[in-house]
């Protein structure tokens, strides 16, 4: 039988409603013809998940809209680091969260942000933009030239795949530098 066929024949013997087939046990899918233990797992499995994204109550992602919320949202990943990282924040056209990634883990005075890599990303997950946020272990805050080469080449690239860099936050443990509060952007 072939695999459209199977599926037909467990909607069946559900009386084709997915409500009596998930509950239906291993034992039960055995029984019938072409389906073996691991299908049977497998199935079952698929329901379950099914059964529990069903469950799970939907949360609204995080809207950014101050600079203030940039740094409250990543400062659980840079408090207390000793070492540079490189991390952005990718937002859908609401400027809701879509995901906050790590793109570089340098040292004690620097790290790489390979805009390939940053444009990579927001564009496997569909970004409207970005916001770049690295921190300084040092706790001062103030843009080296090369933040400030980087960021101005991000923005044009940015503008150009029509991603725009919203803002660059520089984290430190005491506070931040937001380069579009600071006009730098």
Do not use: C
Not at 114 to 124: G, N, Q, T, Y
Not at 137 to 152: F, M, R
Request: avoid cysteine.
């Amino acid at each position: 039988m072939s695999a459209v066929d199977v599926g037909k024949k467990i909607l069946n013997e559900a009386n084709n409603n997915l409500n009596e087939l998930a509950k239906f046990s291993v034992k039960d899918l055995q029984k019938i013809k072409g389906i073996g233990e691991a299908k049977a797992i497998t199935i079952v499995s698929a329901l379950e998940l099914g059964r529990r994204r069903k469950g799970e109550e939907y949360k609204e992602k995080v809207r950014i809209t101050s600079s203030n919320d940039i740094y409250q949202l990543i400062k659980p990943e840079l408090m207390d680091l000793q070492k540079e990282e490189f991390w952005i924040i990718l937002l859908n056209r609401a400027n809701r969260l879509i995901k906050k990634e790590q793109i570089s883990s340098g040292g004690v005075s620097g790290t790489v942000a390979d805009p390939k890599i940053i444009f990579k990303a927001a564009l496997e997950q569909y970004a409207s933009s970005i916001i770049l946020v690295h921190n300084h272990p040092s706790g001062n805050v103030k843009p080296s030239q090369a933040d400030i080469n980087l960021t101005k080449k991000m923005k044009e690239a940015g503008n150009l795949l029509e991603i725009p860099i919203l803002d660059h936050i520089i984290f430190s443990n005491e506070g931040y530098l937001s380069f579009a509060d600071e006009s730098l952007l």
